[in-house]
């Protein structure tokens, strides 16, 4: 299983930004799949998610700003985050997870900043 996370990159306060996880190995749609970010010097946070049936669930911290989507066809994931804050800048990592399986990206760096 190989999940490839892109789109991370500089952004000033109030932007936006598309993260994009290519997987192979697993079928997204057939699983749930999940973004998580770890800030320097602090735990890491789940920040979105999605289960095989399509529920999503966020954290009040990005409720509203940020949505995870994920397009079967091309078997990528998405995390797409508006109104950014500075708050926001960490490593952000994808997740797939499941009875007996959990999968990690590399990681992709975003930072908000002026």
């Known amino acids: 299983v190989q999940l490839q996370a892109s789109g991370g990159g500089l952004v000033q306060p109030g932007g936006s930004l598309r993260l994009s996880c290519a997987a192979s190995?697993?079928?997204?749609?057939?699983?749930?799949v999940g973004w998580y970010r770890r800030a320097p010097g602090k735990q890491r946070e789940l920040v979105a998610v999605?289960?095989?049936?399509?529920?999503?669930n966020y954290p009040d911290s990005v409720k509203g700003r940020f949505t995870i989507s994920r397009d079967n066809a091309k078997n990528t994931m998405f995390l797409q985050m508006n109104s950014l804050k500075p708050e926001d800048t960490a490593v952000y990592y994808c997740?797939?997870?499941?009875?007996?399986?959990?999968?990690w990206g590399q990681g992709t760096q975003v930072t908000v900043s002026s």
């Open positions: 997740n797939v997870f499941g009875d007996g399986y959990n999968y």
């Open positions: 190995g697993v079928i997204l749609s057939i699983t749930a």
């Open positions: 999605i289960t095989y049936a399509g529920s999503t």
